[in-house]
């Protein structure tokens, strides 16, 4: 197996902070809905919302306390619950300025010491 096949293109970082979504339900009515991030790294994430989206559906994502906006599109949905769902992510772009941290260079190994 290459042992670079299962390297990420960015390191996840969890960061739990809530992000407006502005997509369209199926009769094409603009809805602006609130999510929670749970991971984020500079290519998308995985938020926390309450509304089901569907996989490869285009949105736009809003950060509230930057006033940044970014397209992205819907690449999984897991059930997280009776009210939730888990949507992970993905940016048009790489967009590592979109979220208020930075993030470790890839080659970072945590340390062993405590």
Request: net charge negative; proline share 6%.
């Amino acid at each position: 197996m290459d042992p670079g096949a299962d390297r990420r293109r960015s390191e996840r970082v969890m960061l739990c902070m809530t992000v407006l979504v502005l997509a369209e339900d199926e009769e094409r009515r603009l809805h602006k809905l609130e999510a929670q991030t749970q991971v984020v790294n500079a290519h998308g994430g995985l938020f926390k919302i309450k509304t089901h989206l569907h996989v490869g559906q285009s949105f736009l994502l809003s950060n509230p306390h930057s006033s940044s906006e970014i397209s992205c599109r819907v690449v999984r949905i897991e059930d997280a619950g009776l009210e939730h769902f888990h949507v992970a992510f993905e940016f048009d772009r790489p967009a590592p300025d979109f979220w208020p941290i930075v993030f470790p260079p890839v080659d970072w190994v945590a340390s062993q010491k405590i």
